[in-house]
């Protein structure tokens, strides 16, 4: 672990030149101990024109593990592709390098200089680097701190900068291509997290998109472990720092070519891997972050890396731009308690804790199941109760005042006949005044239903299981009105509607706000009755729609129904006609 303490550096001769050939390996591996590798890469023949494909060709090529034919080959593709991405005007490049190096490590009269503070705290894995490289390793990151000054916490900085040097032809290159990759400015792409705020948000997402994705992972997780977060705050170091060096390499090919996104994807697979080796008994009284590290460190005993990566490229994740939505969301609800932008790491505690918490419908060790449900963003917040029935009576209009400026709300229902279901509801009930007359749907993709008693389920919108079926918005496209519950529900006999095919569904957007994370308006989906999320009037409340409402009540808040709808593709959540005997809403204190 490094920490703030000045370390020795020794001042080694560098190679003034190298030849990146397929004819020699030389020098390519200047910083290796050949020794401690795993497997001798092969020579083979580089064609001439192999980064003049097409990204899609170049993409599989790398996912097949192509640039594994041999050194030179990952040393030239490595170095090209670093050298197209978009990046800030003014970044620093070799010469620089040379500049600054030989003015910090040129003098005979200094012989140790201190890490940057950003990597206080962090592990630095070496990847198989002889001494030479460990030194060069730590000139890097040095400099790196120097020319850098914004960086305030980087924790997976050191290991990139030790695969670089893998492949590079001296320490100034190196510098060079490290450097392109922290100054990068593609749109919604990033490719390394440079503040205790951006690293934490991606932690949060990495949580979002396994709760989605890996959900029998999660509810595993989420049962033996009493912080969730922290466990999935390891994510990076799972992929590069305990994966051993011919997986991380792996990995890196694939990262340059597609950035932070195919990092979520391969770090899903390890965590459904994950689930497929362990059972609940065995993981009793586990430390579950440590069985983790262990499982990844060991990985080559439960599948290959090319498993691994065929396995990441089968989970259908949304669009670039729709996880850089949810990364932001993220980062405003750090922000909101208290992280900024240039504070090194924390360690406060930041999971909600549920030891005083009470309701009259659900335990707290219930809750906190649910509470593992909701976006990491909100689980930040401890629980509020905003509506209860036994305080506030059945009043529906009561009901949406109570509610009204409180955006997410968990709702609650105990039937009569002991059922407790509810609904995570991602809007707030003031929407439905937007509609005018007319009571329209409202809301947005993170909304979900779910059962606790008797079993224990989640059903989240159709289209996070099948997003293959919801089609990306092209931004020319012009877009149409919320449908009426009303038009939807009766508009034929099986509850489909028999207009236009495909729903867009606009709200304008205040200037400088962000679009919500899965708001229905990015995507072209199959049907209107696929995103009936929400909907209140006078007569009721509806929860879900086309073919069926996952859950409705009526005025008074005393009679409901549920059923199978298309938006949720649920079962019934309890009888299908029911009693209330109580109903609670919960909203997040701060959020």
Known sequence: VLGSSPVTIMITSEADTWDIDAASC?????????????????????????????????????????????????????????????????????????????????????????LPEFLEGCSMPTYCLNLEGVTALKKILICVGNLFPDITYSPILPSLVALLLHYSEDEAQCFENISRLIASNAPHTSYIDQSFLAHQASCMTFGDLANKHCPAAHKLIASTSENVFEVYSEWLSWLFHDLPFNYAIRVFDVYLLEGQKVLYRIALALLKQYRLSVTSAELEGTDIKADLQAFVQNIAEHVSVDKLLERAFGIRLFSRKEIWLLQMANRKALMERGITMVQSRQSFHLAVDMQNFSSSIVTAQEMRIVWSWIPERFSLFPPLLLFSTSEDGCSLQRFYTCCEGYEPTVLLIKTTEGEVCGAFLSSDWSERKKNGATSGFFGTGECFVFTVHPETERYEWVFIKKPELAKAVPRSRQRSPSPSPASLLGSSPDGRSTSSNHLTVPTPQRKGRLSPFLAIRHFLLPSKTASMFMSGSREGIVIGGGGGQALSLDANLLWGRTEHCETFDNPPLCQENFKVQLLEVWGFQNA
């Open 26 to 114: 030389l020098g390519c591996g200047q910083f290796v101990d050949w020794d401690r590798m795993p497997d001798p890469e092969q020579q083979a023949h580089i064609p001439r024109d192999i980064l003049s494909k097409p990204p899609k060709e170049l993409k599989k090529l790398a996912r097949e593990g192509y640039w594994a034919a041999s050194r030179a080959l990952r040393a030239q593709v490595y170095h090209q592709l670093i050298q197209q991405v978009a990046c800030r005007l003014v970044t620093p490049d070799a010469l620089v390098y040379r500049d600054v190096a030989s003015r910090l490590f040129g003098m005979p009269s200094v012989s140790s200089h201190p």
